[in-house]
């Protein structure tokens, strides 16, 4: 039988292929809506993280890859697609790193072209001039295992708070949310909407124990 493994999406990391990137961001950023087609995508650096025990199993597979949206009139956004074979308890600083990489990549693009053209905004302790504004980064995370991922959903999930001082200090924090696909509890009208060999994992998943029907 056909048995999608951790290894097997180490394999073959289907995000890769820009008509499976972009139908799983129609269906999930643009409710089924074809916004994005796979010409306007273009991959970005990304990494392959994956922690093996000293027995060399493939314990947790953390697969970033990474696209940019190219739409016309020059509008662009960043989308990262993770895969997760487990629920990972630090995916909220993660994400952060990776989205705080993207922003200030772009910071540092534009404030190198403002050097070439000498055109300095002002005053000089301003970063970039406040018409150049930056391109949104998106980080959907799409869960692969059976279980639903329930925490940690955000950076307070992570967080110890003194005992008494919790009602003070929360609010001076930003609810930092990951975004979440629980792609085994997706709903068939959304399974429908996938276009691309996706469709076929998300039905996997969603059979739950009742694989046989596939």
């Keep these: 039988g056909y048995h999608l493994g951790a290894k097997d999406l180490a394999e073959k990391n289907l995000l890769q292929y820009k008509d499976v990137f972009s139908d799983i961001v129609n ?5 089924g809506r074809h916004y994005i087609s796979a010409n306007e995508l273009s991959r970005e650096p990304g990494e392959l993280i994956t922690k093996s025990s000293s027995d060399n199993k493939l314990k947790q597979l953390q697969m970033d890859v990474p696209m940019k949206c190219n739409k016309k009139y020059n509008t662009r956004f960043f989308v990262c697609l993770e895969n997760q074979s487990d629920i990972n308890n630090i995916m909220p600083v993660r994400d952060m790193g990776y989205q705080h990489a993207k922003y200030m990549e772009q910071v540092r693009t534009i404030k190198e072209a ?9 005053p000089i302790t301003k970063g970039i001039h406040d018409t150049q504004k930056l391109d949104p980064v998106i980080t959907l995370v799409l869960n692969y295992s059976q279980k639903e991922w329930k925490k940690p959903r955000c950076l307070n999930d992570m967080l110890e708070f003194p005992e008494d001082m919790k009602c003070e200090l929360e609010p001076w924090i930003p609810s930092y949310s990951v975004c979440v696909i629980n792609l085994a509890s997706q709903p068939e009208t959304t399974i429908r ?3 691309s060999d996706f469709k076929y994992i998300v039905r996997y998943l969603s059979c739950g124990n009742d694989r046989k029907k596939l």
């Design 27 to 31: 269906v999930n950023l643009f409710g």
């Design 114 to 122: 403002n050097r070439q053209q000498q055109a300095y905004p002002s």
């Design 193 to 195: 909407q996938y276009q």
